[in-house]
Structure formats: structure tokens, C-alpha cells
């Protein structure tokens, strides 16, 4: 089993910056693989950040350039640095962990591969 809660998230203008965190407790294994997720209504749950343990990252072309994830293994800590804010980046985001049947990479996975899950934070970008 493993618990994630997420903090951070709100509202900004085109152009600025936000930064969420996921704070993660349980099962150690079920950290190996770790990814934020965003969602619109309408839309289904797209892979934005995917990060191993090791630290190794990949981002959708969305994204790509302007966000930055990374983790904090001992506390243990996920986050998702958006600087270069877009319109189109307003949706929820959700932290999720344990992915363990494919490579954890963007490409590889989508929603149903991920076990677990964040309760979601808002962000909404202001053009």
C-alpha cells in the first residue's frame, strides 16, 4: 500500500510559475516509478513527468523545456516544477507511483498502469 498527497498548485498568469509536491508513504517498492498526470474534463488523464528511482526523467513534448520533476528519496518527495506557464496547462494534476509491468517512461504508460494515486491539485494558468 502506498499514500500520496499532493500540496501546492493555484492560479497564475500566462508566463509564470508554479510548483507541486507529492508526499509519498508505504510501500518503498511502489516508488520505483513515479509520474504526474494532468486531466481536463472531457479529456483523458495524459502523462506529463514520468521519473525512476534513479532519478532518470522523460516529459511529454507538451511540456517539454518548461517543466521540471524530480524527487527527494529519503523524505520521500515528488515534484513538478512548471515554469513557462500556458493556458492550455490548466487542468488537474495528480501525483501517481507504481507502474511496474512497463518501462517508466512518457510513451510507455497511461493512467491504468499506475496503482496509486494523489487526490489531485488544480492549477489554472490566466492568459
Known amino acids: 500500500q502506498a499514500h500520496l498527497v499532493e500540496s501546492g498548485g493555484g492560479s497564475v498568469e500566462a508566463g509564470g510559475s508554479l510548483r507541486l509536491s507529492c508526499a509519498a508513504s508505504g510501500n518503498s517498492q511502489s516508488r520505483d516509478c513515479m509520474a504526474w498526470f494532468r486531466q481536463v474534463p472531457g479529456k483523458e488523464r495524459e502523462a506529463v513527468a514520468v521519473?525512476?528511482?534513479?532519478?532518470?526523467?522523460s516529459y511529454a513534448d507538451s511540456v517539454k523545456g518548461r517543466f521540471t520533476t524530480s524527487r527527494d528519496n529519503a523524505t520521500p518527495t515528488l515534484f513538478l516544477q512548471m515554469d513557462s506557464l500556458k493556458p492550455e496547462d490548466t487542468a488537474m494534476y495528480y501525483c501517481?507511483?507504481?507502474?511496474?509491468?512497463?518501462?517508466?517512461?512518457?510513451?510507455?504508460?497511461?493512467?491504468?498502469?499506475?496503482?496509486?494515486w494523489g487526490q489531485g491539485a488544480q492549477v489554472t494558468v490566466s492568459s
Open positions: 501517481a507511483s507504481d507502474a511496474p509491468y512497463r518501462p517508466c517512461r512518457v510513451g510507455f504508460l497511461d493512467g491504468t498502469d499506475f496503482h496509486y
Open positions: 521519473i525512476r528511482y534513479d532519478g532518470d526523467t
